[in-house]
Structures are given as C-alpha cells and as structure tokens.
C-alpha cells in the first residue's frame, strides 16, 4: 500500500511527544518547528515551538491510522470531507525546506487559486518550487493550499533574494 501524509490533530502542546513517540516506532513523521530569536536579560535565547499548532505531519499507509490513534497524545486525524486530509509529497517537501531554510515563519490564512504555481530559484542560495505568492524585498512567501495556509518568513543576509522569478513561460528579473 502507498504511504501518504496526514496531518495528525494532537492534544495541545503535546506535539513534540507526539512526534518522538512516532519516530521510536519507526514512522515518518515531520513537526515544522519555528525558531524565534528572544532577548531577555541580556541574553539572546533561540525558542523552538511547533508552527503549526497540535498539528503533526505523518507518512503512514491507511492501513496505520488506527495505530496512530493509540498513540498517547494523539486526539484524531485531521478529516477534510469525510476523509482523513492528504498533503502532497511536493507540498510536504515544499514546507520542509522553506522550515529549514527560515526562521522567524508567520502563518496566514488565505484562500488562493491554487492554479497559480512559480519557482523561484538562484543556484545554491535558495531554492523553492511550488505556489509561491510573493516574493518583495526582504519577505518569501509559500502558499500550501491543502492546508489552507501561506508561509511568510523574511529573507535575511544568510539566504539573499532571489534573482529570478520564473511564472510558468514568463520570466522576471528582480533588481537588488
């Protein structure tokens, strides 16, 4: 049987045990953390917290589902008409590396065209294809229409904007 990605609804604040529970026994699973950079007594401390809250993303066949539901922490899969909800593998690799190579990610509601795809693309620096609604200054945005929420993080010194942006036949120059 072929394995999908489910969004696994957790107890809150439970996502981090959730998902190591899941990796002992061996499944796929994948928690999007947000780094957050806080200053508090002179001292600058990194924060990780889940970005999308008591969501765990797991690869399983529908065969595991009722393994996963005796999962202590996890409360139900996340239905999207009465169906458990499926990501695709290029959306979940999308967020994957839009997580890593980000900090500092805001989620946005939206409601999008999903026909809408670009890539955006400069050698080694930073790449991402998929539904990328805008990209201006110093802000990336992702859209992910399956789970009905776009990323935005800022693009820091580390990873530079892009030098061109490709929509389908069309291509765009951006000027530094």
């Known amino acids: 049987m072929q394995k999908n990605w489910y969004i696994l609804y957790t107890k809150p604040k439970w996502e981090k045990k959730v998902a190591s529970t ?31 809250r008591s969501y765990v993303f797991a690869n399983i066949t529908p065969e595991e589902i009722s393994k996963i539901r005796s999962v202590d922490g996890v409360i139900n899969l996340v239905y999207w008409k009465g169906e458990p909800a499926k990501i695709d593998d290029e959306e979940m690799e999308m967020m994957k590396e839009f997580v890593s190579d980000h900090q500092e990610i805001t989620l946005e509601k939206t409601k999008v065209n999903a026909n809408a795809v670009a890539r955006v693309f400069d050698g080694s620096q930073y790449s991402i294809s998929g539904n990328v609604l805008k990209i201006k200054n110093t802000l990336a945005k992702v859209n992910l229409p399956s789970l009905g929420y776009t990323l935005a993080a800022k693009v820091g010194t580390i990873n530079p904007l892009p030098q061109e942006l490709s929509f389908g036949e069309k291509d765009l120059l951006l000027q530094s």
């Open 22 to 52: 899941l990796r002992k026994r061996k499944i796929d699973v994948f928690l999007p953390v947000n780094c957050k950079q806080i200053t508090s007594l002179r001292r600058v401390k990194t924060l990780e917290e889940p970005l999308f």
